[in-house]
């Protein structure tokens, strides 16, 4: 694989290793609250140096004949969660744990393949503060020369340098590998539609598998009009896919990537399109898909030879999934049965938790079908990668001397530990990207941790609260000060939660990572400006349900004083799609009972309390998770929210706390949201009636954050305490 200028400096930048600084150990933690845990440390700087998970998985994973290993979504979170003990692997130690992984595979004499369902952009300031935006993110990304089959993602196709960089560099590289069966782009060169990658992929895997793949993005509507997204029902009736579908050569199986969710009906999915068009054409062929999109841990079955898998977000989640059944009568595979010393997939493609199953598909002829299934849900951390993977996570100072760091003079254990240390060069390459980036520079210590959906919308914990009282205060025109201002903007500008620690320059990226830029309509009549959160919220709301929020400004003097919770159930398990309402499902037992082991630290100790983390409810129960957690709280958010500034002082005299109301206000928002807004205001107001807010014009979301810490948040400079922990359910 040829490398760009960027990655050559990586590389160059990886010969020398740079130290790593292991702060965090077994007696840290400080004791468990009623709604957070909070792990009390002094630093001054958090690369290196994160968190450790404290406990981690039990159970081996089962090897089957096809094994995948599955990531999505990891939109820049290469250096992993550095203030977050569940989640504070990097790049380098994953690609360590791959390379490790793969050569058990071929111990054992089974496929292993790696895919990834896009989106890599938008999330750090790894990824986001480089322009373009990704070009380092992406060099980092592509030293996982392990993938096998990979896809596009939307914020791949938001803006056209992004799009093209895609097409030009990331695409290119992985050549056949990348599939986007539904996108092409405009080459400026010929002038002509092509596709970024490749339509799909007809592949003969080491132990015989023919596999047809595809790459499909959901029908994404939001693009640069450099591309253009042909809807799945519209694909699957070109010529193309017909003749991929009925190749010639035998298929074993088809793989189904996609950015698009793996539940259908779920954020307008459209793999079960896909799908019946294949399974049309091949009743009992395997089906299997990988979906991204939806940030959610699932597995879904679709029929008796089809599931689909789904493995999270931001690097917190490793998707494993693997199968058996494959025979002489059915395949070309090669290799045994059941390969042997390790616990093998052995449950059929049936749904386990009965609450909204997935119909079973009735083209399928099969009475009975013969393979085998199993996933798991990898918390992505040292610990995880250690223990599936032992020897993998060794520092630099020991692997060499390490009995397991080079186990045979074969060609594969030399490329295996040559990819080991690789995996220790990219993460001494993300320490030095970040410092050259300055993202490790501290601006102030963050009182407490700000939840995006972690505590109720508006409470003073919430991730609103802090973002509104920012705006106010920083989001001001001085020569429009006289003008009193609502601010307007979507809950989805807050990308991720803000942890208690210092507050860094990556921290600005990952809790605004968009470039939206700051704008406003002059003089709009107070009455009119009044009811835009609640006219927008009616409409953003959506998705078949009337979700009920107070919903009016913050400061609004005819405003209510409560926080603007969800009216209903309040708190309900991540993510509020996934996880049915628990007094509706079948109780199927304790989670460690179902799983069969204890709490552990991996290791044989006994943990005494779990820490919050994910707690997967899918199409085969609740025994997903691979390491045993308590329930993360979470709370439902509007679409939108809102303050007000500037407003006129107290009145003097007349009824006590009368607030005076202005006449007219400036609508403050971001470009983003301009359409919504503007059917919202409705009048006569249109695009043209749209300004520029700040001096100079291209001032953005990204932008008010550091000034308002670095004037508000000095407490506690230079030294930071942490949390680096989940709210969970009280």
């Known amino acids: 694989m040829k490398l760009s200028r960027v990655g050559a400096r990586l590389l160059a930048a990886a010969t020398t290793i740079v130290q790593v600084v292991v702060l965090a150990c ?49 939109h820049g979170w290469l250096s992993g969660h550095i203030k977050e003990a569940n989640y504070g692997a990097d790049w380098g130690d994953y690609v360590s744990f791959v390379a490790s992984m793969k050569r058990t595979a071929e111990d054992l004499k089974v496929d292993l393949l790696l895919v990834d369902s896009g989106d890599l952009h938008d999330g750090t300031g790894l990824s986001d503060s480089t322009t373009p935006n ?40 992985w050549g056949d590998k990348y599939l986007t069966s539904n996108v092409e782009i405009m080459n400026p060169d010929t002038q002509e539609w092509e596709h970024i990658g490749k339509t799909h992929k ?66 307008a999915s459209t793999l079960k ?65 059941n390969p042997k010393g390790v616990p093998n997939p052995n ?32 918390d992505w951390n040292r610990l995880t990668f250690d223990y599936h993977a032992p020897g993998s996570q060794f520092l630099h100072n020991d692997i060499l001397s390490h009995p397991n760091f080079i186990s045979s003079p074969s060609s594969s254990s030399n490329s295996s530990s040559q990819l080991k240390q690789l995996g220790i060069q990219i993460s001494s390459s993300i320490t030095s990207y970040r410092h050259q980036l300055g993202l490790g520079k501290v601006y102030g210590c963050t009182p407490q941790t700000f939840w995006v959906t972690g505590a109720p919308f508006m409470a003073p914990n919430s991730m609103y609260t802090f973002l509104a009282d920012a705006m106010a205060h920083q989001i001001l025109n001085p020569k429009r000060a006289k003008v009193p201002r609502v601010h307007i903007s979507n809950t989805g500008m807050a990308r991720f939660d803000l942890h ?48 009920e929020y107070n919903t009016t400004f913050v400061g609004d003097p005819k405003g209510k004083r409560e926080f603007g919770v969800w009216q209903g159930e309040e708190c309900v398990n991540p993510p509020i799609e996934q996880f049915r309402a628990m007094g509706k499902r079948k109780v199927l037992g304790k989670r460690e009972e179902i799983m069969g082991v204890p709490v552990g630290n991996g290791g044989g100790g006994r943990q005494e309390v779990l ?83 700040m001096e100079p014009s291209n001032y953005t979301l990204r932008d008010f954050l550091v000034p308002y810490v670095e004037q508000n948040w000095q407490a506690g400079m230079p030294m930071c305490e942490i949390s680096g922990r989940r709210p969970h359910v009280g």
């Open 500 to 547: 208690k620690g210092p507050f860094t320059m990556d921290d600005s990226y990952i809790t605004s990572p968009f470039p939206s830029l700051v704008v406003y309509i002059p003089e709009v009549p107070w009455e009119m400006a009044r009811g835009m959160l609640e006219r927008m919220n009616k409409k953003g709301a959506g998705q078949g349900r009337r979700v």
């Open 347 to 378: 449950r059929t493609a049936v749904v386990a938790n009965p609450v909204n199953p997935t119909p079973i598909d009735k083209r399928s002829k099969q009475k009975t079908s013969p393979f085998l299934y199993s996933r798991r849900y990898l």
């Open 134 to 173: 990704g070009e380092i993110s992406n060099e980092i990304f592509v030293q996982q020369t392990g993938y096998d089959l990979l896809t596009l993602g939307n914020h791949e196709l938001y803006a056209s340098e992004v799009a093209y960089q895609t097409f030009n560099n990331f695409s290119r590289a």
């Open 273 to 337: 399109t896909v799908y019946s068009a294949i399974r049309e054409a091949h009743p009992d062929t395997p089906i299997q898909i990988f979906g991204g999109h939806s940030h959610m841990r699932d597995f879904v079955v679709y029929d008796q030879s089809s599931t689909a898998s789904e493995s999270g977000r931001y690097c917190e989640s490793l998707g494993w999934f693997s199968m058996s059944g494959f025979n002489s009568s059915n395949s070309g595979f090669t290799g045994p049965l």
């Open 611 to 693: 820490e919050v983390g994910y707690t997967t409810e899918d199409d085969f129960g609740v025994d997903g998770d691979d390491t045993i957690h308590a329930r993360i709280a979470n709370y439902e958010i509007p679409a939108y929210f809102g303050t007000t500034a500037g407003f006129p002082e107290w009145k003097k005299g007349g009824r006590k706390g009368r607030r005076q109301e202005p006449r007219v206000v400036d609508l403050v928002f971001n470009d983003f949201i301009n359409d919504d807004l503007l059917a919202a205001l409705g009048g006569n107001y249109t695009a043209d009636d749209i300004k520029f807010y």
């Open 202 to 267: 007809y592949f003969t895997t080491k132990h015989g598998l023919r596999i047809m793949a595809f790459g499909v993005l959901f029908d994404f509507t939001a693009n640069t009009n450099a591309s253009r997204i042909t809807k799945a029902a519209d694909m699957i009736k070109q010529d193309w896919f017909k003749q991929a579908v009925h190749h010639p050569k035998p298929i074993d199986v088809f793989l189904v990537l996609g950015h698009n969710s793996a539940r259908p009906g779920r954020q």
């Open 26 to 74: 077994d007696g840290c933690f400080g004791p468990i609250e009623e709604h957070a845990s909070k792990h009390v440390r002094v630093v001054k700087r958090m690369q290196p140096g994160a968190l450790d998970a404290s406990y981690g998985p039990t159970r081996p994973l089962q090897w089957g004949q096809l094994n995948v290993l599955h990531t999505s979504d990891t």
